[in-house]
């Protein structure tokens, strides 16, 4: 069987940086089977994880681009000099980690989703903060966030072929 | 007049720079460490219920904000005039021990362990974190498990890593689970083992840095650390006290009703960070030290079995207190040791699975003050609230503050001793970096990456020409 990760991360006070995040915790509800982590930020301690999985999935939110669409790279273990492991980790940079300190890295692909507004956005009647992030995405960040919890399921079934 | 700017300082957690101030025969006559980033939550935070204060407080620093949740909930207590349940205690104490641990396993191995593993003069290419993950695997999957472990008590705690929610004025919000108990402590024997481990590799490894132990901000200073009846090491309840190079204490007793007494701030010109010194002697002889060196200097003894061990060897670098400041690397292992330990011995109290767990109240008084001894070192929250609960003021003195006059100190001690001449080396360059790094500073690390950017230094000339520059 394919051990799957799957990785949304961004901030939810950040208006569309949520939307990778999001599109994480839609997804439980799609693939129950799948683990999934949300989190704010990548950090080095997921290295481990990572190199138990077959096949991983980062989910991300994009500045640059057409707001509402969305990309697909394949991801190879990689990390610059200043790496400092500290604030800013890459997927790259953990599938690194995953390869030289635990002797695998999983195949993985960045889904990233073209935000269009990433200033905190007070959203009206909103329960929670989740519920708050999603109220606060731009239509834009909402059209990307359905075509990621759309894509997510057929790229999986279409692993390996096509990783 | 020649200046070398290191700007930014890599590997610490925020951002500044260094200027090192050369003569015209190329000597160092001057250097200074600049904290670049304003922080305003002295300011922001006034007006606001003061409930709010340690989930606003938390937000100071994404490394420590269990240290100000702890010590604003502490400062909270205190306007409550409350005293907190014991297993609420309890269950603080294990937070600022997992805290501790996950932060100084950071200091040691993601950022510092480039210089001990790969050396000072190594090509930055090569000594950074990847380099020694490279090169030293089990040394990195030891500081990843042992940062994980620390994160994953607050996580199982607080219901979070960053910024967890669950302590609160009076307490903590929910009681601890018996699964939640098991699963730490069955992790603990591991961070036992990489603890032990990495002091060991460490000791070794001194007898190589002579010269950084000799001229790393080794100076006779005072020292400030929490102290309680028992002379043991103490973390979240006490009182403060100074103590001299010769071990002497200076002042002692000191509460959150007189620490202003003890302890003045004083602005500089170009830093925005204040330098904190003891008043009675003024700022010029006023200079102390705050953190693990502090600490492991002011008790007697740690109060669990293996710290003891390596506490009594520790002793033996000095005759008096220890001095240099590069063995805050090495107080910075014996305090993770202790705190795996004393969190074991608490998980084991019967008390620890108890449900009373807050106690609730309203203000009490206007004036709070929370003393809580962070990873870096003492740490002060003190409110003034009006009739209403509101803050009408606050003063927080974290522990950088305390230390910003020996890290000075130390950047020029360290300048004069490796920079000679007008050609620049990395590796003289790196050891001035290296010396603010085994400070451990946290200038507020909430905003930005320091490791991503490049570092740019410039030697320039009396008339201002540029003689040499180093990029990175």
């Known amino acids: 069987m394919v051990r799957v990760l799957i990785v949304g991360y961004g901030n939810p006070l950040r208006g569309d940086d949520a ?97 269009a507004s990433f200033v905190p956005q007070q959203a009206e009647n909103s329960t929670g903060p989740s519920q708050e992030a999603e109220a606060a995405l731009t239509p834009a960040a909402r059209a990307a966030l359905e075509k990621i919890c759309r894509l997510v399921p057929e790229l999986l079934r279409d692993f390996p072929a096509l990783w | 007049m020649p200046t070398i700017i290191i700007d930014p300082v890599t590997r610490i957690e925020g951002h500044s720079k260094i200027t090192i101030r050369l003569d015209d025969e190329g000597q160092v006559q001057d250097a200074r460490f600049h904290v670049t980033q304003v922080r305003g939550f002295e300011k922001l935070c006034e007006g606001r219920p003061f ?14 904000p269990t240290s100000h949740l702890l010590a604003s909930s502490k400062a909270c207590d205190d306007i409550m005039a409350v005293r907190i349940p014991e297993t609420a205690e309890k269950l603080r104490r294990i937070m600022n021990l997992a805290q501790i641990t996950q932060s100084h396993a950071l200091s040691f191995f993601y950022l510092s362990s480039p210089d001990f593993l790969l050396g000072m003069d190594a090509d930055p290419e090569e000594r950074n974190i990847m380099g020694m993950v490279r090169k030293y695997p089990q040394m990195a999957r030891d500081g990843i498990k042992l940062r994980q472990f620390g994160q994953r008590v607050l996580e199982m705690l607080g219901g979070k890593r960053v910024h967890p929610g669950w302590i609160v004025p009076g307490g903590v919000s929910h009681p601890l689970q018996a699964a939640q108990r098991d699963a730490i402590l069955a992790e603990i024997p591991e961070a036992i083992r990489i603890t032990r481990a990495a002091l060991q590799w460490f000791k070794g490894q001194i007898e190589n840095f002579r010269a950084e132990v000799r001229s790393f901000a080794n100076f006779p200073s005072m020292f400030l650390a929490m102290a309680n009846d028992t002379n043991e090491f103490s973390a ?67 109060g669990t079995p293996q710290a003891d061990e390596e506490l009594a060897e520790f002793r033996e670098l000095e005759r008096h207190s220890v001095l240099s400041s590069f063995y805050y690397h090495y107080a910075r292992l014996i305090e993770i040791l202790f705190s795996v330990e004393r969190m074991q011995t608490l998980l084991h109290d019967p008390e620890i699975l108890g449900q009373n767990v807050r106690a609730h109240a ?18 002060i929250h003190h409110y003034r609230i009006d009739q209403n609960g509101l803050i009408e003021s606050a003063n927080m003195i974290i522990a950088t503050g305390h230390n910003n006059l020996a890290i000075n100190h130390g950047v ?37 990456a320091a490791g991503m950017m490049p570092l740019d230094i410039q030697l320039l000339d009396a008339d201002g020409s540029m003689v040499d520059r180093l990029l990175r």
């Open chain 1, 19 to 115: 939307l990778g995040l999001l599109a994480a915790e839609q997804l439980r509800m799609l693939l129950p089977d799948v683990e999934i982590l949300t989190c704010q930020q990548l950090a080095p301690e997921m290295a481990a994880t990572l190199a138990e999985c077959d096949a991983a999935i980062f989910l991300d939110a994009a500045a640059t681009g057409s707001p509402g669409t969305v990309a697909v790279t394949r991801l190879v273990p990689q990390s610059s000099s200043a790496a400092s492991l500290t604030h800013h980790v890459t997927p790259q940079t953990l599938l690194e980690l995953a390869q030289t300190l635990y002797g695998h890295a999983p195949r993985a692909l960045l889904v990233t989703g073209v935000g």
């Open chain 2, 362 to 379: 309203t203000p009490n008084q206007y004036e709070g003050v929370g003393i809580l001894e962070a990873p870096r070192g003492t740490l």
């Open chain 2, 51 to 64: 409930t709010e204060m340690p989930a606003l407080m938390a937000r100071i620093c994404g490394i420590c």
């Open chain 2, 412 to 448: 020029l001690q360290v300048a004069r001793q490796f920079i000679k001449g007008k050609k620049l080396e990395q590796g003289m360059l790196n050891r001035v970096e290296a010396v603010v790094r085994a400070f451990d500073p946290c200038l507020s690390c909430s905003t930005h």
């Open chain 2, 236 to 302: 979240y309840n006490g009182w403060l006290r100074f103590i001299d190079a010769n071990l002497n204490i200076v002042a002692d007793h000191i509460t959150g009703t007189d620490y202003l007494n003890y302890i003045g701030e004083s602005c500089n010109d170009d830093s925005y960070l204040k330098s904190t010194y003891y008043k009675p002697f003024g700022l010029k002889d006023g200079v102390y030290r705050v953190g693990p060196l502090a600490r492991l200097n002011m008790c007697q003894n740690a």
